[in-house]
């Protein structure tokens, strides 16, 4: 077993503007959690606490982009575990939605922020596993709050054989579901059902960020955000950013039809969105397939070149 408390807690490498935006974002999500716990009668909120929060990606390893001011628009998240010690509080959507808005409009935050709410059972599992995600933020985090004598999980390494076969099997599986919606988005577009057709264009385009996250790291978080699944796979390849030319408010608004088409394009009688914008959608989507399919495909070769011969 591992201590949390054995994590880096230093964040000396990053510029004193990004230290104090962490220190905001960890103030947020602690008073926020505060406050959500308040007054609760059922047990897990009487007893909920939030045992760590720890910084992961490109901060933490010191290789994050903020080109924000240049034409490509680019930059990296503030990528966050949010450690916790019931199954309730992860899956609290309530809460998770107040924090994310907070961090959102907070005025001192300035870089975006992608957190992941779970439980120290989950992550120990995960670890024992062997599998990379948790593996990686283990080794490479670095805690912004613990709580004292929380232990983590020794990580197990995977075999070449586990490795390899969990890689393809993840692969094959969402790739092919990515496909499939990307045939039904077509039809629905042929028969004029834009919304619907957008809908399946976001599930196309999730699946295929999915592939990708499991394909390289084993782990995809339980959510249907694009913002949130574009963000960490960018983090794993900067090559995906290229996918999403954001430097035109046009393209912007565009993007954030199809973060939307999730929830609104079934739900909503205002969403409306334009064949032209569905093109153009489709083509980038389609251009996510590619990047993706080469990325992993690249990815599972390196592991089946370390198979025993």
């Given at each position: 077993?591992?201590?949390?408390?054995?994590?880096?807690?230093?964040?000396?490498?990053?510029?004193?503007?990004?230290?104090?935006?962490?220190?905001?974002?960890?103030?947020?999500?602690?008073s926020?959690?505060?406050?959500?716990?308040?007054?609760?009668?059922?047990?897990?909120?009487?007893?909920?606490?939030?045992?760590?929060?720890?910084?992961?990606?490109?901060?933490?390893?010191?290789?994050?982009?903020?080109?924000?001011?240049?034409?490509?628009?680019?930059?990296?998240?503030?990528?966050?575990?949010?450690?916790?010690?019931?199954?309730?509080?992860?899956?609290?959507?309530?809460?998770?939605?107040?924090?994310?808005?907070?961090l959102?409009?907070?005025?001192?935050?300035?870089?975006?922020?992608?957190?992941?709410?779970?439980?120290?059972?989950?992550?120990?599992d995960?670890?024992?596993?062997?599998?990379?995600f948790?593996?990686?933020?283990?080794?490479?985090?670095?805690?912004?709050?613990?709580?004292?004598?929380v232990?983590?999980?020794?990580?197990?390494?995977?075999?070449?054989?586990?490795?390899?076969?969990?890689?393809?099997?993840?692969?094959?599986?969402?790739?092919?579901?990515?496909?499939?919606?990307?045939?039904?988005?077509?039809?629905?577009?042929?028969?004029?059902?834009?919304?619907?057709?957008?809908?399946?264009?976001?599930?196309?385009?999730?699946?295929?960020?999915?592939?990708?996250?499991?394909?390289?790291?084993?782990?995809?978080?339980?959510?249907?955000?694009?913002?949130?699944?574009?963000?960490?796979?960018?983090?794993?390849d900067?090559?995906?950013?290229?996918?999403?030319?954001l430097?035109t408010?046009?393209?912007?608004?565009?993007?954030?039809?199809?973060?939307?088409?999730?929830?609104?394009?079934?739900?909503?009688?205002?969403?409306?969105?334009?064949?032209?914008?569905?093109?153009?959608?489709?083509?980038?989507?389609a251009?996510?397939?590619?990047?993706?399919?080469?990325?992993?495909?690249?990815?599972?070769?390196?592991?089946?070149?370390?198979?025993?011969?």
């Amino acid at each position: 077993m591992n201590r949390i408390s054995d994590l880096r807690t230093d964040l000396d490498h990053l510029p004193l503007s990004k230290q104090n935006e962490l220190v905001r974002v960890r103030d947020i999500i602690l008073s926020e959690f505060d406050a959500a716990m308040t007054g609760g009668t059922q047990d897990w909120k009487r007893q909920g606490r939030i045992l760590a929060i720890i910084l992961f990606g490109s901060y933490a390893r010191g290789d994050w982009v903020d080109e924000r001011h240049t034409r490509k628009r680019y930059q990296s998240d503030f990528d966050i575990l949010i450690i916790l010690n019931h199954d309730r509080l992860a899956r609290h959507s309530n809460l998770w939605i107040d924090v994310e808005e907070k961090l959102l409009w907070d005025k001192s935050i300035h870089t975006p922020v992608h957190f992941l709410p779970e439980t120290l059972q989950t992550v120990n599992d995960e670890l024992s596993k062997g599998q990379y995600f948790f593996t990686d933020i283990i080794k490479q985090g670095i805690a912004l709050y613990h709580k004292a004598g929380v232990n983590l999980a020794t990580a197990r390494p995977l075999s070449p054989e586990e490795a390899h076969e969990i890689a393809s099997d993840y692969f094959e599986d969402r790739i092919s579901a990515a496909q499939d919606f990307m045939i039904d988005f077509k039809a629905s577009v042929e028969r004029g059902s834009l919304k619907h057709a957008a809908f399946l264009l976001h599930q196309s385009a999730e699946n295929a960020y999915s592939a990708h996250l499991l394909t390289h790291t084993g782990y995809c978080p339980s959510t249907h955000r694009l913002t949130t699944l574009r963000g960490f796979c960018e983090d794993l390849d900067r090559d995906l950013v290229d996918v999403w030319p954001l430097d035109t408010k046009k393209a912007r608004a565009a993007f954030n039809l199809l973060v939307d088409a999730y929830v609104k394009a079934r739900y909503s009688k205002h969403y409306d969105i334009s064949e032209e914008t569905l093109g153009w959608l489709s083509d980038r989507v389609a251009d996510l397939h590619r990047q993706v399919r080469q990325s992993c495909e690249s990815h599972i070769a390196k592991l089946a070149s370390n198979l025993p011969s």
